[in-house]
Each structure stands twice: as C-alpha cells, then as structure tokens.
C-alpha cells in the first residue's frame, strides 16, 4: 500500500537531548513537509522541501533541523535548543503541480520530560 | 498572502442533524481551498478540495462544501451527521499564482462533537 509512515508513535526524551522522528513516504511525491500540532493552534509549518538535498524553514524552525538525502525520507530532529518541544509532529507530503492536496502521516507525539 | 479564518472552534450537534462548519479566506490571488478531518491522535484526511468549476463540491463520508468568491467563504457542510463524524476539520488555502510555494495556509480547525 503507498502512503507514509511516521515513528515511532509516541516517543519521550529527558529534556536537553536531541531526537530524531523518522518519516517515510512510498508515493513517489516530491514535496514534504514537517508540521507541529498543539492543542487550539492549528498546524504551524516547521520545514518542507521540494527537492533531494534542498529544504526550506516554515514559520517555526527554530530549534529543529532537517536532512533529504532521499526522496523518500525527510527525517526531523528535534534538538535541546527547542524551547517547548511537547507536541504532536505530522510529517505530510504531495506533488509539485500546484493544487494537489497533502498526504499526512499518522503522527508522533513527542513528550519531552 | 493567504490567510485563513475557521469562524468557529467548537460546534456540538445531535446525531442525524445537520452541519455547517465555516470557513472564510483572505487572497490578493485566485486560491484553491481544500477541508480535512483528523480523528483523535491521528493524521489529517483529505475530505474535498476546490480547484476550479462548479462552486460546489462533494467530497467523502457525504460532506460537501460551496466556494463562495464574492464572499471569500467555503463552508463544510453535511446534511446529517454520524457519531462517527466527531473529530477536528480543518480548512486551508492555497495560492493558485505560478510563482507559489506549494505551501497550506491552515485554519486552526472546528471540533464537531456529535451526541446521540
């Protein structure tokens, strides 16, 4: 079946360490894009990228970093100067024709301790 | 820019009745407009887009939703809902102009809470 998978599901961490959330996607799309999820604000864009080997920040990259070596994997580190780090993180992705919609992934929930 | 404004955060609804959830949108350019559902601790799910022709749309599980230009609206809408539609909907733009990014201006969604 195509579609992307994100993990783990749930993750904890000891405040001050990095971590990474994986996502991979099997629909040949060229587009991904990582978004953090809190309760009452919406989706608020942290990176995406269009091409192998090319990213662009969203609206709320600070703190985080990202890597697409491949195609089909744009992995997400969370790192020890992200001041809140607790959220939920959807990993999407979708063509490059303009009005194709975004495929999600099923999400991490990241708790940091 | 684009801009997004879900004009309600929380609509309760009995079982069978209907629904209207509201969106409205901000857009020096044409856009294209699109509703997702996501279900309790899971991603979001594509329920209709709007690119181009007729304003209304139909998308899945029986919702549909009008583009409204003069109004810069495009409100979700099910004629009778299941207990099953409870859930987060979350309407967003996009810029239809050549030179744009690919990226979804999100509003910060509805919880329909439907109760028996």
């Known amino acids: 079946d195509g579609g992307i998978t994100q993990s783990p599901k749930y993750l904890f961490r000891k405040e001050g360490q990095n971590v990474t959330l994986s996502c991979e996607q099997n629909l040949n799309h060229d587009a991904m894009y990582w978004y953090r999820q809190d309760p009452g604000q919406g989706l608020r864009l942290i990176y995406y990228?269009?091409?192998?080997?090319?990213?662009q920040k969203g609206d709320i990259a600070e703190g985080y970093s990202v890597s697409r070596e491949k195609k089909e994997s744009f992995p997400l580190t969370v790192t020890s100067a992200q001041k809140n780090p607790t959220a939920f993180y959807l990993c999407a992705s979708g063509g490059l024709t303009v009005g194709n919609e975004q495929f999600f992934g099923p999400g991490t929930r990241l708790t940091v301790l | 820019a684009q801009s997004v404004t879900q004009l309600d955060s929380q609509v309760p609804v009995f079982e069978e009745a209907p629904v209207e959830l509201r969106c409205n949108y901000s857009s020096s350019v044409s856009v294209y407009l699109f509703w997702y559902v996501q279900y309790p601790n899971q991603g979001l799910q594509l329920l209709l887009k709007y690119l181009s022709g007729s304003t209304l749309v139909k998308g899945i599980n029986g919702f549909e939703a009008e583009f409204n230009k003069s109004q810069t609206s495009f409100h979700l809408r099910k004629p009778s809902v299941h207990i099953s539609d409870t859930a987060e909907y979350f309407c967003?733009?996009?810029?239809?102009?050549?030179?744009?990014?690919?990226?979804?201006?999100w509003g910060l969604g509805t919880s329909l809470a439907v109760n028996p």
């Open positions: 967003a733009v996009m810029g239809a102009n050549a030179g744009n990014n690919r990226k979804l201006i």
């Open positions: 990228s269009q091409i192998v080997n090319d990213f």
